[in-house]
């Protein structure tokens, strides 16, 4: 019978020593939500900027090259929503290319109208950026706007011979 006890108290104390935090039965702690940290920036900056904080210009710079890859990838959707975030963060010389780039994203997914939202929206940023014209003219054409679309190539010419 002592015996029979002495090793029953021998089992209860392992359980104990085994069930206790930190030892080798524990399930594993989670890796951190990396996409949940780099949100979290991203709203604590939007944050920021409402409270007229200047802007980030690296975390803007991080999300325009991260949809760059995306699109460059053929994740146009993922690049569009990069884009996007890059937009938001509102650093000023980056918008017109944020901006050009999610309309030409656009219009890889055949949503042309959208993609001439975002080449507008570019322009009105930059009046100068030729690409953004060229492309609108490109998506014009593909909705059947010959019109508009060689109003844009033209415009696009004229300020960058390489749209000639």
Known sequence: MAMHVRSVMVLLATLVVATAPGCASDPPTPAPDIGATVEAMVEAKL?????????????????????????NAGEYQLAIEDFGKAIQLGVPNLQSYAYGNRGYAY???????????????????????????????????????TVKAQDDFDKACSLDSRFC
């Open 47 to 71: 944050a920021e900027q409402a409270n007229n904080v200047p802007p980030n210009p690296d975390l803007a710079k991080d999300y325009y090259n991260r949809a760059g890859g995306y699109f």
């Open 107 to 145: 219009y890889a997914l055949g949503q042309y109208q959208q993609a001439i939202q975002d080449f507008d929206k570019a322009i009105q940023v930059d009046p100068d950026y030729a690409e953004a014209y060229n492309n609108r003219g490109v998506s014009y054409k593909s909705l059947g706007q």
